[in-house]
């Protein structure tokens, strides 16, 4: 799961970056974006994609949910990457069952093989501590400001309080600029959270913008440019940790890849 406490630092991009990268190492599993950041439907416009359902609706929807319908409602990208926005209008989300928003939550662990849950701000929101309570590995998305360390401390006080010693999360840091002066081992020592792998995502704001203009990902449009390989980094060593057998087939849903579930009574 990708998480970020401030606005702008670059969770959502980051996460579709990566879920792309896991999803190039097994190009034949079943994967799922889950757009549940801030707004809500960028992961959508950032992949070039537009979505035909969301999670409000599939909720909504919860007795015709599996893999039929949701192999052929939710849009996926040219890899096969599904992407499902938490709601196409705001309003969607009045009168949501939580117990209903967690049976699908658990329908769609069982279908896919790797999902990357994109949460961004909505840390703290009852679906966000529920999938921060239930995740295999976090990524914890920081830039170098004053204001996204203490933010990003927040969530690291959070994820210590909630989880405890089955904690497995690692810092990338986000939009990195070694002229700023704050390296990202000194990020990772504030938020208290070991780096994932050197921690570092570089700022490269134009080669992002070119590839997402041509409706396409860093990680796709321009594989070798240094974003790119950060991502992969990250996502190679994820993948090392979480399903170090390297075979999806023997991982699917409810122990799955990236991130498992466990429906919560």
Known sequence: MVVAGSVGSGCTTLACNLAASLSALHPQSAELLLDFGTPVGTAATYMGIAPRVAFAEAVRNLERCDKTYLDTAIAQNTRGLGVLPLFAAARDLRGLNLSEVFQMLAIILSIYHLV???????????????????????VVVCDQSVAGI???KKIAANLREKIGTRLQAGVAVNHYEPALGVDAAHVGEALGLPLLGQGIIPERRLPL???MNGGALAVDALPKDAYSRAVQQCAGLLAGRIWPDSNPEGTRGAAGWLRRWRTMA
């Open 150 to 152: 203490l933010e990003g």
């Open 209 to 211: 913008i070119q590839a």
């Open 116 to 138: 990357v849950a994109d949460i961004g701000g909505a840390v703290f929101s009852e679906v966000g501590q529920y999938l921060l309570q239930t995740a295999d590995e976090i």
